[in-house]
Structure formats: C-alpha cells, structure tokens
C-alpha cells in the first residue's frame, strides 16, 4: 500500500489555526471550506 497522505505547507496551517482563534467559525466550517478533513484539524 501508497501512502497517500496530504502534505500541508507551513502557510497554510498557519492560516487556518488564525481562522480557529479568530472564532467567526466553527472548526468543522474552517474544514469543510479549506477541504480539510475535520479529524486532521482536531489533532
């Protein structure tokens, strides 16, 4: 079996922990509009 894990850069895990802390959305909304799976945010 692959490994088929996504690779994130730096600038885009930064940009969605500042749209966590910023509280406009929820973490599932951040998930589902950056097309990141919830349980990799959760983490």
């Known amino acids: 079996m692959g490994n088929n894990r996504t690779k994130y850069d730096s600038e885009f895990k930064i940009n969605i922990v500042k749209m966590v802390l910023l509280g406009s959305k929820t973490m599932r ?14 983490k």
Not at 29 to 42: N, P, Q, R
């Open 29 to 42: 909304e951040i998930a589902k509009d950056m097309g990141v799976d919830y349980s990799t945010l959760s």
